[in-house]
């Protein structure tokens, strides 16, 4: 009985080791990690200031991702350079690239420990060292709408035609054979970008996959052809005995589509999206089946930021207020709710309770706001200069500093 005791702790103990993670420390991935979360661990500051500002001619479609080096990463849809390395400290470019073309803009740099860069266009998935040499280049179908890395350190993303790729991440070899969600491997040959942005029939797999780290399951949302609205897809990646994906479920739950990234509870049991209607939905992580789904009452224009405690607040949109909701297991509930605030972007939240948000104050004037996500509270306000439109990323750097760009090109750092 000893023996069976002590072989039972050792396979539990191994079920639940966290695996040694292939992400960089700090905002790494497009929405801060893998599990999508739109949250920093970095405790939030109170009061902040506009350190620097920088205009790029063409759009922003993401937010930044940063490093411990101190740099920042963004993409554009400016002619010539479509991903740029700045100084963190003063928006300075360190060096910028044209080895991405137009579509880069569609992803945020994925960054790893070592500090490799993984960007991809519409033809090729790309590593950069943190100096701007190509490390590597490898042909795709369609373009990713951001990357994660695996539980095994490898290099997964979904193009928006439906094209599953795992990658070496050191050499750009596949890992395996591609596979295609859409029969005979279709391509749209009328790519809608408003479809891509709003994750529309258009636009197959318009969102950035969640990966769980512990399990190996990832979680995407995907229209798949004819059907009458998208579906939330859970898989499972594999190497052993060779590596390889099989579908787990698929739950049709989003009318409209999603602009939203799915995200993973901080215990990997349920997955949040929203759809483009009026609601946000969970789901279980391992079942597929629906647990709650709530009524925000507008069409959110992105994905949402949850806190480790399952504190969730939407992306804003048209008449939309700010608020916050509370997973409280089966159901949730309305934590708190501002109308007043037109909230017009994606918001973060902190370690310490805070939460960044962009308002509406008039025509092209727009707010950087800081929350009391308990209550709502507004702690500060600051003013965003120039002319900018609604925010398409609030991320948080290794030290604290609060980046947002906007669809129109700004980006602004507060500390």
């Known amino acids: 009985v000893l023996v069976l005791f002590l072989i039972s702790c050792h396979e539990t103990n191994s079920i639940q080791k966290e695996p040694d993670s292939a992400y960089g420390a700090g905002w790494s991935a497009v929405h801060a990690d893998a599990r999508n979360s739109d949250y920093s661990d970095k405790a939030g500051s109170r009061n902040v200031s506009l350190a620097w500002q920088k205009k790029f001619d063409g759009t922003i479609n993401l937010g930044p991702t940063s490093d411990l080096n101190g740099h920042v990463?963004?993409?554009?849809?400016a002619e010539g350079c479509h991903l740029y390395s700045l100084d963190a400290q003063t928006g300075e470019t360190l060096w910028c690239t044209d080895e991405v073309n137009q579509y880069a803009v569609a992803?945020?740099?994925?960054i790893d420990r070592e500090g490799k860069i993984f960007i991809a266009d519409d033809v090729a998935m790309n590593a950069f060292s943190n100096t701007g040499t190509l490390l590597w280049k490898t042909a795709i179908k369609g373009f990713p709408l951001s990357a994660q890395f695996t539980h095994t350190g490898r290099l997964i993303f979904i193009t928006h035609i439906g094209r599953i790729y795992v990658l070496d991440r050191q050499t750009g070899d596949p890992v395996m054979k591609p596979i295609s969600l859409i029969p005979n491997d279709t391509i749209l040959s009328d790519f809608d970008p408003v479809a891509c942005m709003r994750g529309s029939e258009k636009c197959p797999c318009a969102n950035t996959l969640a990966f769980d780290q512990l399990s190996g399951r990832f979680f995407f949302t995907f229209w798949a052809p004819g059907k009458t609205q998208a579906s939330l897809t859970a898989m499972v990646y594999a190497e052993d005995p060779v590596p390889?994906?099989?579908?787990?479920?698929?739950?049709?739950?989003?009318?409209?589509g999603s602009a939203s990234s799915p995200d993973l509870s901080v215990d990997g049991s349920k997955v949040y999206v929203n759809d483009n209607?009026?609601?946000?939905?969970?789901?279980?992580?391992?079942?597929?089946?629906?647990i709650w789904t709530y009524n925000i009452g507008y069409e959110p224009g992105g994905s949402q930021s949850t806190s480790p405690d399952g504190l969730i607040i939407p992306a804003g949109g048209n008449n939309a207020g700010l608020l916050a909701i509370k997973d409280n297991g089966a159901s949730a509930e309305l934590l708190w709710q501002n109308d007043v605030l037109q909230n017009r972007g994606v918001v973060t939240q902190t370690k310490g309770g805070l939460a960044y948000a962009t308002v509406k104050v008039g025509q092209l004037k727009y707010d950087l706001i800081v929350v009391d996500v308990s209550s709502g509270e507004e702690l500060d306000r600051e003013h965003l200069p120039g002319r900018p439109l609604f925010s398409v990323g609030i991320t948080v750097g290794f030290d604290g500093t609060i980046y947002i760009p906007t669809f129109n090109g700004f980006l602004y750092a507060y500390r």
């Open 277 to 290: 209607e009026i609601s946000i939905h969970a789901i279980d992580a391992i079942s597929g089946e629906d």
């Open 107 to 110: 992803s945020s740099a994925l």
């Open 244 to 256: 390889a994906v099989r579908t787990l479920w698929t739950n049709q739950s989003l009318p409209g």
């Open 73 to 77: 990463y963004i993409t554009t849809s």
